[in-house]
């Protein structure tokens, strides 16, 4: 099988660090070191972002629930990487509203003055003061909710991002700032000299190419994968993580017919459900269920589904049924297993990170939230450093831009590349049919397929409608309809043959099934921590 993008890099070369998982700590390590003037090289089993972190629920966010547990330092640090997200990467991350509708005045209280110390825990990263609404305010901002026993509502506001394509823009960053990057490229084992780890061993997904690659200190970034790699060093190695699963559904952004956020605090299992406009859609979750077992494409469980839109239709007007769910999607939160006092509960298992070192020359990274993916990095590659002798620099990715980012922001669908805006543009003056919709009620075209092709590492059909454009995210069914089209062009542009081409859509489709709800509705909860 061929690549539409052949790595060209040297087994011999001797990398300061080895970065193990391509998704927004790996990614964020990786720029880190790179920018620091490190030599780094990534490695990513699929494709970028394929885990966790395109499967978030978009928010760029202090945490409003763990200031609600008292976890004051947690929020602080996360307000702050909010506001240098918002600074470096803003073609990517707006600022959103959100609202908490209140049906008691205690409510209305507490709510106001836990959001007015969110926003003083903000400091000079503020993005604006909580309020309170009344219930005609709030009914005139968001149409969709229950109007019956409403007091009125308390608006704060956080971040919202589209959590993939950072991963690409991050990953197109470090590699301006010096890193290798290989996606597609899977760990099979670890080098080791004595108790000491000096590189690993990988093998192409895509070709079959095995190689080896040898440095000074090898980061397992893996997310809830780290055990696995863990377990390479040292069969007998314990759990350091505890998956936990959290589901969405898309419906049509009818149901709440708004521009703001909801935000209901208190679910009847004590979490908190957001349900935020997302791509011209509604994005609503999530849950928390602990799993026993992990992989990349884990499945909604019914109960969860069924939680979610129970919860959704007690607030709002118009109840969503099944049939109006477009897409659904499962991510694995990489928490910290519990040590012992922590309890069992996942929602008790702290959502801060760990870092640790197993054995010299392996450090493990995992836990934490996208919010603080920098943070997270920065942290790493100091300890890198010390840990492996390596030459001390600063780190300089509090002000860095990230690739895309630009002063002016506007509002057209293409504005979402940034700066790339312009180059896309470019390839439709040159030849106009590339200009054309892919899909009738969607705007994509065939001049960012092949834009993805060339310039995001893309190198399958998947890659393009799943995170590149998000619609497998947004509405599974018209990503099977568009999938024929986007091999085609793929096809094309590979030189592959009809089988290549065929074969592409047949994975496809068999995924996207998986986000479709009635099919996936078959599920059990054998997977289901006991
Ligand atoms: C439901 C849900 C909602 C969330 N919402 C938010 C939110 O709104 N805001 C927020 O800030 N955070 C949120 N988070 C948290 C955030 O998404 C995660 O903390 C973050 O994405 C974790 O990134 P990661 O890089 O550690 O893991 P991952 O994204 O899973 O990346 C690990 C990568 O390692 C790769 N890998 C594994 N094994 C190997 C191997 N052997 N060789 C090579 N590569 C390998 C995998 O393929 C994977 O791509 C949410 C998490 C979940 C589950």
């Known amino acids: 099988m061929k690549r539409l993008h052949q790595p060209d890099i040297a087994e011999n070369t001797n990398w300061d660090l080895i970065i193990i ?64 997200l918002q600074q470096n ?150 759990k350091m993580v505890r998956p936990s699963q959290g589901v969405h559904v898309v419906l049509d952004k009818s149901f709440l017919n708004s521009e703001s956020a909801l935000m209901i605090p208190k679910t009847s299992d004590g979490r908190v459900l957001f349900a935020v406009p997302w791509h011209e859609h509604l994005l609503v979750g999530t849950t928390d269920t602990p799993l026993d077992e992990h992989n990349l494409e884990p499945r909604a469980l019914k109960e969860e589904v069924d939680f979610i839109m129970g919860t959704a239709a007690s607030y709002f007007n118009r109840k969503p049924l099944e049939k ?26 702290s959502r801060d990170h760990k870092l640790i070192v197993s054995t010299k020359g392996l450090i493990t990274i995992t836990g934490g939230k996208w919010t603080t993916y920098r943070r997270m990095a920065e942290e790493t590659v100091n300890l890198a450093i010390t840990h492996a002798g390596l030459e001390p620099k600063a780190c300089v990715t509090k002000n860095l831009s990230i690739h895309g980012s630009q002063a002016i922001k506007g509002d057209h669908y293409l504005d979402i590349y940034g700066s790339d805006r312009s180059k896309i543009e470019a390839l439709i003056v040159q030849n106009p049919s590339l200009g054309v919709k892919l899909i009738p009620n969607f705007p994509y075209t065939e001049a960012e397929v092949l834009w993805f092709a060339r310039n995001e590492m893309a190198e399958t059909v998947e890659d393009i ?19 024929p089209k986007v091999a085609s062009i793929l096809a094309k542009e590979l030189s592959a043959d009809e089988n290549w081409e065929q074969n592409q859509i047949e994975t496809f489709n068999k995924l996207a099934d998986g986000y479709i709800y009635q099919a996936t509705n078959k599920i059990t909860d054998t997977a289901l921590a006991h």
């Not at 945490?63 to 909010?82: C, F, N, P, S």
């Not at 477009?326 to 519990?338: C, Q, W, Y």
């Open 21 to 84: 998982g391509g998704g927004a700590t790996g990614l964020g390590t990786a720029l880190d070191a790179a920018s620091r003037g490190l030599k780094t090289l990534l490695v990513e089993q699929s494709d970028y972002a394929k885990g966790t972190s395109s499967r978030s629920t978009k928010l760029v966010h202090g945490g409003v629930r763990y200031l609600a547990q008292g976890d004051i330092g947690l929020v602080r640090h996360a307000l702050k990487e909010r506001g240098l």
């Open 89 to 238: 990467a803003n073609h990517l991350v707006n600022k959103e509203e959100f609202l908490i509708p209140c049906y008691d005045w205690f409510s209305v209280a507490k709510y106001l003055t836990g959001l007015t110390l969110y926003d003083w825990l903000a400091g000079k990263y503020s993005f604006g003061k909580s309020k309170y609404f009344s219930k005609k305010e709030t009914l005139a901002m968001m149409p969709g909710i229950k109007a019956e026993g409403l007091k009125g509502s308390i608006r704060y506001y956080d971040g919202k991002f589209d959590d993939a394509r950072l991963a690409i823009n991050i990953a197109q960053t470090a590699i301006e700032k010096g890193a290798s990057l290989l996606n597609y490229t899977k760990v099979t084992a670890l080098l080791k000299n004595g108790e000491t780890v000096t590189g690993i061993e990988t093998e192409d997904a895509i070709t079959g190419t095995v190689a080896k690659y040898i440095g000074k200190v090898v980061i397992n970034a893996t997310g809830v994968f780290v055990d696995d790699i863990l377990k390479m060093n040292n069969p007998n190695s314990k």
């Open 324 to 349: 109006d769910i477009l897409s659904v999607f499962s991510g694995l939160r990489p928490l910290a297993a519990p040590t012992n006092g922590e309890g069992n509960s996942t929602k008790e298992i």
């Open 465 to 483: 409608l799943s995170r590149r454009f998000r619609i497998l995210f947004i509405d599974a069914q018209t990503a099977k309809d568009m999938a």
